[in-house]
T-cell receptor
Framework: DQQVKQNSPSLSVQEGRISILNCDYT??????FLWYKKYPAEGPTFLIS?????DKNEDGRFTVFLNKSAKHLSLHIVPSQPGDSAVYFC???????????FGKGTKLSVKP | GAGVSQSPSNKVTEKGKDVELRCDPI?????LYWYRQSLGQGLEFLIY????????KSGLPSDRFSAERTGGSVSTLTIQRTQQEDSAVYLC????????????FGPGTRLLVL
């Protein structure tokens, strides 16, 4: 049973536009969420995180929104750049737990 | 400073052989994690170490998998009697502490079992 779901395997966006990547989770005990970016043949790179006490966290072009009632979070990238083309993973954890639970990823392609 | 490093970067082995994968975490990080990513899948948790506490082995898929962490630093993941389904990218991560801490990943070891 997948606790973290990324239902879109791929997303294509024009350079300069907004990219919106979505993630749903089923475990209401999760209280910390992260987004990672992964290029081929490299390990995942941390992008941005959010605690369940917040509903928004912003870092430059990246903003993560958390809707606890819907058990949904999203990552907004604006403006999108070709260098943002990668696979994006959503991950979640809960206070007493150390390991992260990952979604299957969404492959973002930003076209010039 | 140096990030998480892993070796080897690639490993090809024959079914039934044992393999050892190594991880050097970021200096000073007390928590170390192993994950694996099979083709088309997300990252699957295997095991994590936090300081001197007993490791959380709840993600290990079978008793052919084991890991140790010597001196609170370097970790080795051992897979005995490898099977073709063990083929995956094995990723190591470390964090300053555990629980709600950002985990920093190494480049991974690509294991292919023939």
């Amino acid at each position: 049973d997948q606790q973290v779901k990324q239902n879109s395997p791929s997303l294509s966006v024009q350079e300069g536009r907004i990219s919106i990547l979505n993630c749903d989770y089923t475990n209401s005990m999760f209280d910390y969420f992260l987004w990672y970016k992964k290029y081929p043949a490299e390990g995942p790179t941390f992008l941005i995180s959010i605690s369940s006490i917040k509903d928004k966290n912003e870092d430059g072009r990246f903003t993560v929104f958390l809707n606890k009632s819907a058990k949904h979070l999203s990552l907004h990238i604006v403006p999108s750049q070709p260098g943002d083309s990668a696979v994006y993973f959503c991950a979640a954890t809960k206070g007493s737990q150390g390991n992260l639970i990952f979604g299957k990823g969404t492959k973002l392609s930003v076209k010039p | 400073g140096a990030g998480v490093s892993q070796s080897p970067s690639n490993k090809v082995t024959e079914k039934g052989k044992d393999v050892e994968l190594r991880c050097d975490p970021i200096s000073g990080h007390t928590a170390l994690y192993w994950y694996r990513q099979s083709l088309g899948q997300g990252l699957e948790f295997l095991i994590y170490f936090q300081g001197n506490s007993a490791p959380d082995k709840s993600g290990l898929p079978s008793d052919r998998f084991s890991a140790e962490r010597t001196g609170g630093s370097v970790s080795t993941l051992t897979i005995q009697r490898t099977q073709q389904e063990d083929s995956a990218v094995y990723l190591c991560a470390s964090s300053l502490l555990a629980q709600q801490e950002t985990q920093y990943f190494g480049p991974g070891t690509r294991l292919l079992v023939l």
